[in-house]
């Protein structure tokens, strides 16, 4: 939930994050509301700082899911699932509900970012099975599968949709349609040549530097020496937004110190 906060919400500040920028945008386009808050608001009771930011966002996200299940009505869905590692090395798996809403329209919809210490098949039944249930969903009611090509997705012995069939025989598996054009997107992209040498490029910097944490420690100390400059010269305030280019010359500069490595 940290997109919502900006490193700098002063009054000076040129990115003050998404909620103050939301909130001042709702001010101005409604001048009753705009006479009550941010600046206008007793100092003691602006209710902006980031814990407050948090807990509007989460009664946000409850009343979303609530109108989500809702519109659900109890009736058949499938299930689209995906994990991956977060900046923390921690597996998260993803849930998104696929079903014909009271409109008779096929809609998909996110219901949650769950932890999960492992991606074995049988830990993420676990985690899926416990989603649904905080939502009050049966697993019988799941009448499809969407998943990638991992073995420990689609598996016919162990993998997940075989163990999730076990329990609701009509939850047929389809090949995530979104991970093939995914798979697609990357065998046209390694067709361009400039595209196939930057991605070389980025997965030889992680090889060398992910292999030696004497070479983390390398490259952290550069980096720590590239914020001191920018804070020097104070653009530490733009750093978090930068332009394709600037990423690109600081992915050149990278390599640069990871050859002298």
């Known amino acids: 939930m940290d997109y919502l906060l900006s490193h700098d919400e002063s009054e000076s500040s040129i990115n003050q994050g998404f909620f103050l ?118 697993p019988s009611k799941i009448h499809g599968q969407g998943y990638d090509g991992a073995s420990n997705m689609k598996g016919e012995i162990n993998g997940l949709k075989t163990l999730i069939m076990k329990d609701s025989p009509s939850a047929y598996y389809i090949h ?13 992209a390694k067709k361009h040549l400039d595209v196939e040498d930057f991605f070389d490029h980025v997965s030889n910097v992680l090889n060398v530097v992910g292999g030696s944490f004497k070479r983390r420690d390398l490259l952290r100390d550069h980096q720590a020496k590239k914020l001191e400059q920018l804070f020097e010269s104070g653009e530490v305030k733009k750093a978090r937004i930068t332009s394709s280019v600037d990423f690109k010359d600081r992915v050149i500069l990278v390599g640069d110190h990871i050859s002298k490595l």
């Open 21 to 138: 920028g939301l909130l001042r945008w709702h001010g101005d386009k409604h001048p009753d509301v705009g006479k009550v808050i941010l600046e206008n608001a007793p100092q003691n009771d602006t209710l902006t700082c980031p814990m407050i930011q948090k807990d509007i966002a989460n009664a946000c996200a409850k009343e979303t899911l609530k109108a989500i299940i809702g519109d659900l009505n109890e009736d058949y869905l499938g299930i689209l699932v995906d994990e991956s590692k977060d900046i923390s090395h921690k597996e998260q798996m993803a849930l998104v509900l696929r079903f014909v809403n009271k409109n008779g329209e096929v809609v998909e919809r996110f219901i949650g970012l769950v932890h999960v210490r492992d991606t074995s098949a049988c830990s993420l039944k676990k985690a899926i099975y416990s989603l649904l249930s905080v939502h009050s969903l049966s």
């Open 176 to 188: 995530c349609f979104a991970h093939q054009l995914q798979l697609t997107l990357v065998a046209i």
